[in-house]
């Protein structure tokens, strides 16, 4: 598995981002579709494994700002559950 982002990868990545919807209406159905179904059990084994996920996508440079931002929002909110949810 690589472990950085190639040329034409990032190529792809400007592409993706160029048309992202970033709008909450865009994620809301899906998130609480999952959300519903995700005990907390699950939560807690992989909340580390998502924050990491999460903080590899905060350093690619071409992540718009208000991506980033909602990314470190969902990352405070996921270390705010863990704290309370996982003992």
């Given at each position: 598995?690589?472990?950085?982002?190639?040329?034409?990868?990032?190529?792809?990545?400007?592409?993706?981002?160029?048309?992202?919807?970033?709008?909450?209406?865009?994620?809301?159905?899906?998130a609480?579709?999952?959300?519903?179904?995700?005990?907390?059990?699950?939560?807690?084994?992989?909340?580390?494994?998502?924050?990491?996920?999460?903080?590899?996508?905060?350093?690619?440079?071409?992540?718009?700002?208000?991506v980033?931002?909602?990314?470190?929002?969902?990352?405070?909110?996921?270390?705010?559950?863990?704290?309370?949810?996982?003992?």
């Amino acid at each position: 598995m690589a472990t950085q982002v190639t040329p034409e990868q990032q190529k792809k990545l400007e592409q993706a981002f160029s048309n992202f919807d970033a709008s909450p209406a865009a994620a809301t159905a899906q998130a609480e579709a999952v959300a519903a179904a995700a005990p907390i059990n699950v939560f807690c084994q992989e909340w580390p494994k998502v924050k990491s996920v999460l903080q590899f996508l905060l350093g690619i440079a071409i992540l718009p700002q208000k991506v980033k931002d909602a990314i470190r929002m969902v990352m405070a909110a996921g270390d705010t559950a863990a704290r309370v949810l996982c003992h």
